[in-house]
């Protein structure tokens, strides 16, 4: 009697830890070879790279959403002023708010972001209302990739690959 019942428990565990259910978003540190973060992620969510331009040395930020498919969209871009790189349009709205320029509707899909982390550009991740100084954490010049993945628990829960 007790095996009738121990067997669906451990089988319900089993399914339960190494089951994909999770959706992530991955920052993978390329160099290193290992995860700098990961998080569970709910369709909607945005996130933001920030770094300063290298030739107009101002702000410059990408704000990205998890779509309904939990893919990374690119939303929008914020940034100061015109000049070197900068295109002169993208999406579908451009406004000036709080003294930058939005480019919004944008919409476009992004499988992964690989960013080379640059000291001078003090490249940095917002999540959640949280900032991580990607340039303090990185050598300069290593690439960090970001990405969505759905995991299992234990995956998550150990921080694998």
């Known amino acids: 009697m007790k ?28 160099q290193k070879d290992q995860i700098y973060e990961r998080f569970i992620v709910d369709e909607g969510e945005e996130f933001v790279v920030l770094w300063i331009h290298s030739v107009e040395l101002t702000p410059w930020e990408e704000i990205f959403r998890i779509s309904d498919k939990h893919e990374i969209v690119l939303d929008r871009t914020r ?9 002169d349009s993208a999406g579908n709205k451009m406004e000036v708010v709080d003294g930058y320029i939005v480019f919004s509707g944008i919409n476009q899909v992004m499988p992964q972001l690989p960013y080379g982390i640059s000291h ?17 954490d990185f050598d300069d010049g290593d690439r960090l990739v970001i990405y969505t993945e759905k995991i299992s628990l234990i995956k998550y829960l150990l921080k694998s690959k």
Not at 79 to 87: I, L, N, R, Y
């Open 120 to 136: 001078f550009a003090q490249h940095q991740f917002i999540f959640r209302e949280k900032t991580y100084d990607l340039y303090k």
């Open 3 to 30: 095996k009738q019942i121990l067997i669906p428990i451990i089988l319900s565990l089993c399914l339960l830890l190494f089951l994909p259910l999770l959706d992530t978003l991955t920052l993978f540190y390329y």
């Open 79 to 87: 940034f100061k002023q015109f000049g070197a790189g900068v295109p």
